[in-house]
């Protein structure tokens, strides 16, 4: 799939979107979407939806979503 997913920050390979989870945010206090992302190596990572330019994060609860 050729689409603009971003490289897995800790061994390179290509990440799958894993969909989208409704959580709330302290930042602001808005219930907002976090992008999941995968890669072949399990790790699991995520981002605001609206804040694409964030750099991604660790996921911290990846059994939830498998
Ligand atoms: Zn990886």
Do not use: I, Y
């Not at 995520?46 to 804040?51: E, P, S, T």
């Amino acid at each position: 799939m050729a689409d603009d997913a971003p490289p897995c920050p800790e061994c390179n390979q290509p990440l799958r979107s894993g969909g989208l989870v409704l959580v709330g945010r302290d930042d602001d206090g808005r219930r907002t979407c976090r992008a999941l992302w995968r890669c072949a190596g399990w790790h699991m990572w995520w981002q605001w939806a609206d804040r694409p330019d964030d750099p991604l994060e660790v996921c911290p609860v990846p059994k939830l979503f498998r």
